[in-house]
């Protein structure tokens, strides 16, 4: 099993700021199949970035994922106030398909 | 658009059964396989089951397999979870979800308790 771990667990930034969340993978993401979700209080996950790069439909630009192998990132430049919600990767290129545990992205 | 609906959550006894459902629209149900994704109260998501488009392969997380049961129908664009023998640590809410991960539905709620 790929265990995948984010960091930091929370991040407090302000608007305007950018942020950077780290996914770290105990071994290699198969093809880089690794995708991100926002998650805000009382909703389902939403899909942000799939196969570590690719933005999802209608996903804001300001979004963008980086990363091969073991070590991925999702930046977000210039954090909006709709931004601030929990954050996980996903690896989805080998069973079991597991989530990072999240990061909390808070408003400073 | 898209839809994905979950029903069938409750509340439950441990050690009974219960059945979710997933009701698909808005896209070709029989072309994709469907995922259930649970996430505990206050906690992160946890990826349970997968089933092939086809139903042909079916894969478990090791905390439900031989409890938790995944089918299909096409001709009714339905999902299922068939949960059987349910602990106090099933409570959680249930998320159906497309394969390619663009789709997922709001999510029942499954409360284990005495």
């Known amino acids: 099993e790929i265990v995948l771990t984010q960091s930091p667990g929370t991040l407090s930034l302000s608007p305007g700021e950018r942020a950077t969340l780290s996914c770290r993978a105990s071994?290699?993401?198969?093809?880089?199949?690794l995708a991100w979700y926002q998650q805000k209080p009382g909703q389902a996950p939403g899909l942000l970035i799939y196969d570590a790069s690719s933005r999802a439909t209608g996903i804001p630009d300001r979004f963008s994922g980086s990363g091969s192998g073991t070590d991925f990132t999702l930046t977000i430049s210039g954090l909006e106030p709709e931004d601030f919600a929990v954050y996980y990767c996903?690896?989805?290129?080998?069973?079991?398909?597991?989530f990072g545990q999240g990061t909390k992205l808070e408003i400073k | 658009q898209v839809q994905l609906v979950e029903s069938g959550g409750g509340v439950v006894q441990p050690g009974r059964s219960l059945r979710l459902s997933c009701a698909a629209s808005g896209f070709i149900f029989s072309s994709y396989g469907m995922h259930w994704v649970r996430q505990a109260p206050g906690k992160g998501l946890e990826w349970v089951a997968v089933i092939w488009y086809d139903g042909s392969n079916k894969y478990y997380a090791d905390s439900v397999k031989g409890r938790f049961s995944i089918s299909r129908d096409n001709s009714k664009s339905t999902l299922f979870l068939q949960m059987n023998s349910l602990r106090a640590e099933d409570t959680a809410v249930y998320y159906c979800?497309?394969?390619?991960?663009?789709?997922w539905g709001q999510g029942t709620l499954v409360s284990v308790s005495s």
């Open positions: 071994q290699s993401v198969t093809s880089n199949y």
């Open positions: 979800a497309s394969n390619n991960w663009h789709y």
């Open positions: 996903q690896q989805y290129g080998s069973s079991p398909y597991t």
